[in-house]
């Protein structure tokens, strides 16, 4: 899209097919409570969201955003997505940022030869960000996580099979969900990792995505995410 572009770097769906390595690499990701966060982290501002338990592969071409890749690459290998609204100007103040992103790790990166860089970013945890240390050339956050909450965890689960099985019929990139991503979705055994695989596959809306972010408490982020989802279909059939 031409406002990502005009963002210093744009989603590269071409390159690698997001939903299907999202879903792939649940069974091979590193428990992301082992991770340990930094306390500070840079981020570039765009109109997306990333979903943690998920990947996001970007093309970084703008100067600034080559240097806060170099900083994070240098450092942890972090960086968050500052979602900003698609009708807005990113560089118009904070308050043009949301407050609730996903602590992203660089886990592949190839820097080419004019300074440009293909990546893939996983989403590991929520966090907030409560302070700016630095705005120019690029932002850094001091950040804190966000923890989920499951007041019913048997509702939770029932509402997450139930959202598996909503997609399981849903086209995506030209084909619909194979059974064997429907059966692996299935047999993940948390309703939180579930909700946000679904979310960044499944959800284009760049405002409903954010909503779902920003939901903590499980079982109201999958209610909300059933409605999205069951807009769709109807959109669609």
Same mark, same amino acid.
């Given at each position: 899209?031409?406002?990502? *572009?005009?963002?210093?770097?744009?989603?590269?769906?071409?390159?690698?097919?997001?939903? /299907?390595?999202?879903?792939?690499?649940?069974?091979?990701m590193? &428990?992301?409570?082992?991770?340990e966060?930094?306390?500070?982290?840079?981020?570039?501002?765009?109109?997306?969201?990333?979903?943690p338990?998920?990947?996001?592969p970007?093309?970084?071409f703008?100067? *600034?955003?080559r240097?806060?890749?170099?900083? #994070?690459?240098?450092?942890?290998?972090?960086f968050?997505?500052?979602?900003?609204d698609?009708d807005?100007?990113p &560089?118009?103040? &904070?308050?043009?940022?949301?407050?609730?992103?996903?602590?992203g790790?660089?886990?592949?990166?190839v820097?080419?030869? &004019?300074?440009?860089?293909?990546?893939l970013?996983?989403?590991?945890? %929520?966090?907030?960000?409560?302070? /700016?240390?630095q *705005?120019?050339?690029? *932002?850094?956050? %001091?950040i804190?996580?966000?923890?989920?909450?499951?007041?019913?965890? #048997?509702?939770?689960?029932?509402?997450a099979?139930?959202?598996?099985?909503?997609v399981?019929?849903?086209?995506?990139?030209?084909? #619909?969900?194979?059974?064997?991503?429907?059966?692996?979705?299935?047999s993940?055994d948390?309703?939180?990792?579930i909700?946000?695989?679904?979310?960044?596959?499944?959800?284009?809306?760049?405002?409903? %995505?954010?909503?779902?972010?920003?939901?903590?408490?499980?079982?109201?982020?999958?209610?909300?995410?059933?409605?999205?989802?069951?807009? %769709?279909?109807a959109?669609?059939?």
């Amino acid at each position: 899209p031409a406002n990502l *572009r005009d963002s210093g770097a744009c989603l590269q769906s071409s390159l690698l097919p997001v939903r /299907w390595i999202a879903v792939s690499f649940l069974s091979c990701m590193p &428990d992301h409570e082992s991770i340990e966060i930094p306390d500070t982290i840079p981020l570039m501002v765009l109109p997306c969201t990333l979903f943690p338990h998920s990947l996001m592969p970007l093309f970084i071409f703008e100067p *600034r955003y080559r240097e806060m890749l170099r900083t #994070a690459l240098e450092a942890e290998r972090f960086f968050c997505i500052g979602t900003c609204d698609p009708d807005s100007d990113p &560089d118009h103040g &904070d308050r043009a940022i949301s407050p609730v992103s996903t602590a992203g790790l660089v886990r592949a990166c190839v820097t080419h030869d &004019d300074g440009t860089s293909h990546l893939l970013l996983l989403g590991t945890q %929520r966090v907030r960000f409560v302070d /700016w240390l630095q *705005r120019e050339p690029f *932002r850094i956050a %001091r950040i804190e996580p966000v923890a989920c909450e499951v007041e019913d965890p #048997a509702l939770a689960t029932q509402l997450a099979i139930e959202a598996v099985d909503l997609v399981s019929g849903m086209a995506g990139e030209g084909a #619909a969900m194979s059974e064997k991503v429907h059966e692996h979705l299935r047999s993940v055994d948390d309703p939180s990792t579930i909700a946000d695989v679904i979310a960044h596959s499944f959800v284009t809306d760049p405002r409903q %995505r954010q909503e779902l972010l920003e939901t903590r408490e499980v079982s109201e982020r999958l209610h909300r995410l059933s409605r999205f989802l069951q807009a %769709r279909i109807a959109d669609q059939s």
